[in-house]
C-alpha cells in the first residue's frame, strides 16, 4: 500500500533533524507574544492573538521582501526585560526540539533584542547564551549560537557584535552571520570585520543571492570567507557562481517557505532546490523563521517532497550535510555527521 500523506509526515517528523539557518526573533510563539504585550502594555493596534498573528506572520500576503523584513521591525518591540529574553529564547529552542530538531544553530541579532530598551549588547548576549544552555539541560537537543549583523548596521556597531561574538565563544557562540536587505547594502564595508572574526575562530555564514545577484553570493564568499551561504538561490545565474559555490565547498542554507514568502522563487513548484542538488552543490533545508513563516522543519521536508520531487534519500542526505557543514570543531562535526548517517538508515 502506498504511504498516505499522514504516514509520510509522521516519518518526517520522527526524523532526527538539524537545521542551521533559523532566526530566534522569527522563532517566537503568538501566545508568548500576546501576554508579553498585555503584561508590559506594549502600545499595539491590538493585543489579542488573532489581531497581532497579521503584524508579526506573513500569512497569506502577496511575496514581498521587505514587507518579510518588516515583521522583524515591529518584533523589536517584544524583549522588554530579561525575563522576555529568556523566555522567546527558551522556547524556540524548545519548540524546535519538539520537532525532533536534535542539532540546532540558532542566530540572533543582539541590536534588534537590545536597542528598543537600551540593553548593552554584551547582556542582552549573555541572556540569550543562558537560556539556551537552560533550554538544552531540559531537551534532547544541542544548540548553538550564531551573531547575526544587519547590512544596515555601521561598521562600528559590526566591530562591536563581532566582539561580542567571540567573547561569548565559551557559552555558545560559534559564528557570526550577515542579514537584511542584499539589494540596498553590500557586504564589502564589513570584510575587514568578518575577516578578523574568522582568523580568531568565529565560523562565518551570509545571506547573499536570496533576492540580490549572484555576484552578491561571490562578494560573501571571497570578502567575507563566507563558509556557508544563506539562501544563495539566486546563484544558478551565473554558472562562474555556482563553480565558485562547488570549488570551496560552500554550502547553502535553503528555506523553501521563506523563499516562496519573500520572492526569491515564484512558487514552490519553481524552487531550484532539485537544480542545486542535480548541480552536485551542497545543500542544507532549513526553516528561516518558523513563527513568520508559520513553519516547522518537518514542514519544509514535507514541502520538498510534496512539492519539489525531492526524494526521502536527498532529505536524509541534506541532513547529513548540515552535519558536515555545521559551526563546530572537525572531530564534532565527524562525529555528528556519523551518528546521523546512523540513525538516518533506519528512520
Ligand atoms: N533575508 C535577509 N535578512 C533576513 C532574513 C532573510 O531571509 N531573515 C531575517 N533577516
Ligand atoms: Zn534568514
Known sequence: MRPTIEDTRTRLCALPKIDLHRHLEGSLRLQTLAEIAQEHEIDLPARAIKDLRPLVTVGGEEPDFHRFLEKFRVLRRFYPTREAVERITYEAVADAADDNVRYLELRFNPVALARAQGFPLEEVTRWVCRAVERAQRDHDIRANLIVQIGRDETVETAGELARVALAHRDAGVVGLDLAGDEERFPASPFKNVFR????????????????????????????????????????????????????????????????????????????????????????????????????????????????MRITLEQIKRAIVTAAEASFQPREDRGRMAAWFRRELQSG
Not at 580568531?200 to 545577484?213: I, K, N, P, Q
Not at 526553516?287 to 514535507?302: A, Q
Open 196 to 307: 578578523r572574526a574568522r582568523g580568531e575562530g568565529l565560523h562565518v555564514t551570509v545571506h547573499a543571492g536570496e533576492v540580490g545577484s549572484p555576484a552578491n553570493v561571490e562578494e560573501a564568499i571571497e570578502d567575507l570567507q563566507a563558509e556557508r551561504i544563506g539562501h544563495g538561490v539566486r546563484c544558478l545565474a551565473d554558472p562562474h557562481v555556482v563553480e565558485l559555490i562547488r570549488e570551496r565547498n560552500v554550502t547553502l542554507e535553503v528555506c523553501p517557505t521563506s523563499n516562496v514568502q519573500t520572492g526569491a522563487v515564484q512558487d514552490f513548484w519553481r524552487h531550484p532546490l532539485p537544480d542545486l542538488l542535480a548541480l552536485g552543490l551542497r545543500v542544507s533545508i532549513n526553516t528561516d523563521d518558523p513563527s513568520i513563516s508559520d513553519t516547522t522543519l518537518t514542514d519544509e521536508y514535507w514541502v520538498a517532497m510534496s512539492a
